[in-house]
């Protein structure tokens, strides 16, 4: 379908609810088409592994290699929140509680705001500073003392596993593991499906806890990726909620992964989850992450002539 008739079908399908009221759902399914038919075309003209999947309203998906395995990056500090918020939760304990950080814990040569901030001293931190230097700044230090409170890695798949966070989400490293060896990069994988299914299912239940709003509250004032998702929805009046993961070159020269997962809420009500991998990116970091903003700008076009 050529750009014009694509702008002309959008219109008419606007006129169409004015008039008539709520669009019939053969309507509602070519919408979809023609969301996945953009993002296809605009996919295929890029020399990169790409993955996108949407889910709108809690009704409608779209996705592009949806199934396809994706290494997360730091997106994987997204499915760690939950998981400590539930051992917290289930347990009676509070994130306001501190735990005893060792200058072993505060590893050098990684991504660490905190260290940066502290300096490699023993420490008393609270879970819930923890948890912001990890979803909002993205740190790499405060991620793992996370991921060996709960146990390590085996102790986050058991909880994944017991609050029914998708199968294709996998967990296998920590971020000390993928910097001394980044070829274990793979082993914490999700597909564009599982995670946008994910956030779906966290934006439709983030009252239920005070540590769950706590999160939302973070990623919501996430300060990474600002060129990514959030970079096409600057001048929207909405609220987007995303976790961000980069990765390094590759012997190739090409990129190893750049991502950014979230949920998008309207002004009107209506929402979206999205996830958008990239994976093997011939571009540069800044073409890359414009890559991003692309498809969240072509998503929520869709969304909101819908």
Known sequence: MSNLKRIFYIFSFFVYINVYGEPSEAMKNEVCDNLKESLQGYIDSKDASIGVAVILNDTDTISINGDKDFPMMSV???PLALTLTHYVDSRRLSLNDTI?????DLKENTYSPMLLKYGRRPLKISL????EWSLQ????????????????????NDIMSEILIPSQIKIGASEDDMHRNPTLVYLNSS?????AELFNNFRNRQHESESLIE????????????????????????IIGHKTGTGDLLPTGKISAIND????????GQYYSIAVFIANSSYNMQNTEKIIADISRVVY??????
């Open 76 to 78: 994987f500090k997204f």
């Open 100 to 104: 005893a950080v060792t200058p072993e």
């Open 128 to 131: 819930l500073e923890l948890l």
């Open 137 to 156: 700044e993205s740190d790499n230090n405060a991620a793992d003392i996370i991921l060996n409170y709960v146990g390590g890695v085996k102790g986050i």
């Open 191 to 195: 597909t564009p499906l599982a995670m």
């Open 215 to 238: 999160i939302a509250t973070m990623m919501e004032t996430c300060k990474t990726g600002t060129n990514r998702l959030k970079a096409s929805l600057n001048e929207s009046d909405v």
């Open 261 to 268: 997962c979230g949920y998008v809420i309207l002004p009107n």
């Open 301 to 306: 076009n869709a969304v909101v002539n819908k």
